[in-house]
């Protein structure tokens, strides 16, 4: 399976792509507006609702574009069938942000025949990448080595048990980050009792998590959760066992949300890593360039950081999401 880990744009590359695009300018205003239909996973998370609404900012009219939406409900069937529809309608661009990583190289083929660029937004997939003509993105397998070169030095010598709540099986985030994060954790006393899905959802943290107490009642020392919704979830079956979320199992997640800050603010979380959602201005600059016959990099990555409670304490006044 092929992975986009090469080629990785700089900070100074990607920064230089968010300039492409300005809010309202004339020249915009009197061109035709350009049409791109936008795959967006759904709606499973405080992420992807910051996401979107980077996305549909960005791709507004005061900017050049026309856009059509379409969220597929975490459904990879529903999702190719909204790229199905786009390339009907004959759009300038696609964008698709993948629900999972395989199953794209009939409509991306499709797509190519039809000479509509595809765009690959927050998520990779595992299809050739003459099939689509640059992501922009976070680096997921940086943000699980992150979380647990956190994880190894919280814990030190002590024999610690962990569960871990998954994201989407079978996508791009849930795979690299628990790659990462089992690298990053080798040679620790850090013993996996489980690992299940959530879904990314608030929901499915809190399911997961109930049957992991009753599964392992008084044995769990630490709790992964592969974004902050999932284990925001996990704190109300923490708390309902009657356990205190942060001190009786220690938490680290990924994302970085308002929600998930504010969790570690308050001493619920224990670290987090964050997973920058405001990606609207550079895929738009990037749609812009291709369109324009301009080269740009095959892949971008946005910059992310990482948070102790001091830190995410400083940074909730500003936060945007």
Aim: proline share 3%; aromatic share 6%; net charge positive.
């Amino acid at each position: 399976m092929k992975r986009i880990l090469k080629g990785v744009a700089t900070a100074g590359i990607l920064a230089l792509a968010l300039t492409g695009i300005t809010a309202g300018s004339s020249s915009a205003a009197s061109k035709k507006l350009i049409v791109v239909g936008f795959a967006q996973t759904g709606s499973e998370s405080g992420w992807r609702a910051a996401n979107t609404l980077s996305m549909k900012a960005a791709f507004s009219k005061a900017n050049g574009f026309k856009l059509i939406f379409n969220a597929a409900d975490n459904k990879p069937e529903a999702q190719i069938a909204a790229v199905h529809s786009f390339i009907n309608q004959r759009v300038n661009a696609i964008v698709i942000a993948a629900v999972v990583e395989t199953g794209w190289d009939n409509v991306l083929k499709e797509a190519k025949a039809a000479k509509i660029p595809v765009f690959l937004e927050d998520r990779t997939i595992s299809s050739a990448p003459s099939l689509y003509a640059t992501w922009l993105g976070d680096n997921f397998l940086k943000e699980g080595t992150t979380a647990g070169l956190w994880a190894k030095q919280m814990v030190g010598t002590t024999p610690t048990n962990m569960v871990v709540i998954e994201g989407t099986t079978g996508s791009a985030p849930a795979i690299d980050r628990a790659t990462g994060f089992n690298a990053a954790i080798k040679g620790s006393p850090i013993v996996t009792l489980d690992s299940q899905t959530g879904n990314f959802t608030r929901a499915g943290g809190k399911t997961v998590m109930e049957g992991f107490l009753q599964k392992y009642p008084k044995k769990i020392q630490l709790l992964f959760a592969q974004n902050d919704d999932m284990g925001l979830g996990a704190l109300d079956a923490i708390k309902a066992a009657g356990l205190i979320p942060g001190k009786d199992i220690k938490i680290v997640t990924i994302d970085g949300t308002h929600d998930g800050l504010t969790a570690l603010s308050q001493g619920e979380f224990n670290y987090v890593v964050e997973c920058n959602p405001l990606l609207g201005a550079g895929v738009a600059s990037l749609v812009k360039a291709v369109l324009a016959g301009k080269s740009v990099p095959k892949a971008n990555t946005a910059l992310d950081g990482a948070f102790d409670q001091a830190q995410a304490t400083a940074a909730l006044p500003t936060r945007k999401y």
